[in-house]
């Protein structure tokens, strides 16, 4: 069994920045994602950003292209999404999750093929 925990969430300014982290354990193959996504007040959950284990490729959402790096330390079992220059639209808890099994097909980080999630974390960003 998947076991995720999504943790580094916090209150930041505008132009600040924060990296979350994600735990993640139990898998039985090399062939997963993992993938951050947001939920924002009103809004649906998106993908953010997501890495392809086999062979480590990695996809960005358009609002997260140039400002958010998404990285892995298999040694730790951890997937970080460092996220720089945030902005208040940027607001919300974000949640990581793993679609297994999965290698790379070029289709990028589609949120309703990821069925294994993890708790959220909150991202405030005041202006």
């Known amino acids: 069994e998947v076991q995720l925990q999504a943790s580094g969430g916090g209150l930041v300014h505008t132009g600040g920045s924060l990296r979350l982290s994600c735990f993640a354990s139990?898998?039985?193959?090399?062939?997963?994602?993992i993938g951050w996504f947001r939920q924002g007040p009103g809004n649906y959950r998106e993908g953010v950003a997501c890495?392809?284990?086999?062979?480590?490729?990695?996809y960005y959402s358009d609002s997260a292209m140039g400002r958010f790096t998404i990285s892995r330390d298999n040694d730790k079992n951890t997937v970080y999404l460092q996220m720089n220059n945030l902005k208040p639209e940027d607001t919300a808890v974000y949640y990581c999750?793993?679609?297994?099994?999965?290698?790379?097909?070029?289709?990028?980080?589609?949120?309703?093929?990821?069925?294994?999630w993890g708790q959220g974390t909150l991202v405030t960003v005041s202006s």
């Open positions: 890495i392809i284990n086999n062979p480590g490729k990695v």
């Open positions: 139990g898998f039985t193959s090399d062939d997963y994602a």
């Open positions: 999750a793993v679609h297994a099994p999965r290698v790379d097909d070029g289709l990028g980080c589609p949120v309703q093929w990821y069925k294994e």
